[in-house]
């Protein structure tokens, strides 16, 4: 997939502007904070290619509540991942499109992680922006075939009666829709 | 004049929602394919639906197809509204019977020029 962090950064600030007003300012990568969600889509072609956007709760939220037109705090966590996921389908779509593979876009996934600085592997892509005086990070990385037991389920979250899995290590048959 | 939003995102029906309910439109919603059958089978002359390519239960280009398949809905315009951006996808829609194409991302004013295109007529312009 022939994509470099230009592109990347011009198809998130395309997006966030166009969709949401949202001003971003491009920053070197930080870590801000261990806690992070974490929405992914799964690029499944020649290459299968996985697409992850990163964010606090806070600034998750606020994007959300810019999304739905909320008042603060007026939306559920559901509401909020779903927004979120909706972030990762749009900046998927356009990767794909650059990329100009012929491919098929998962649906979205959405979970929490912990630590989630130490588990980019080598070779990913990424680029941040300030966002609100948060951190959003998009990263690229080629989907993992095997992965570990205990990868997998590292950061797992359970919302509800519904099982998030942890984006960071998953085959792409694990990838499965969030409901 | 009534507009059926076929998203499997929330978020994404909200901002549609906000958009055409400004233009005056009644809406209603849908968060897949099947869904949005039944949708048409309570509203049938719903004038246009604007629909989501990836979806889980049905996806936008089965529902497109649904649609066409039924006579009942031939007036009914159908608006692509996706992040797919692959051009031969989009060909495949068109073929299937959609009406146009809106990419994401895209502002409110895209999204008239889309409604323009099909010839529809605004209820109301703000």
Known sequence: MQIDEQMLQQITVDICQTMLGLELTPITPDVEAARQLVASVEIRGVRDTIVEVLANEHLMTSIAEVMFSSERGSLSENEIRDAFGEIANMIGGNVKGVAGEEAQLSLPLVAAVEDWQNRFPHGCLRTSFDCCGSTLMIVLREAVQQVSSANQTAAAQIQGDRLFECSMGFSPGTHSPVQ | ?126
């Open chain 2, 1 to 126: 004049m009534q507009i059926l939003i076929v998203d499997d995102s929330t978020a994404m029906r909200k901002i549609l929602r906000r958009i055409v309910e400004t233009l005056g439109f009644k809406v209603v919603e849908a968060g897949h394919g099947i869904e949005a059958m039944q949708q048409l089978g309570s509203f049938p002359t719903t004038e246009v639906a604007l629909v989501d390519w990836n979806m889980p239960e049905m996806n936008g280009l089965d529902f497109v197809k649904a649609v066409r398949a039924n006579p009942l809905y031939e007036q009914t315009k159908l608006v692509m509204v996706t992040s797919e951006t692959d051009p031969t996808k989009m060909a495949r829609a068109m073929m299937a019977g959609a009406d146009e194409f809106l990419m994401k991302p895209f502002t409110a004013e895209m999204l008239l020029d889309k409604l323009h295109l099909i010839g529809l007529t605004m209820p109301r312009v703000c």
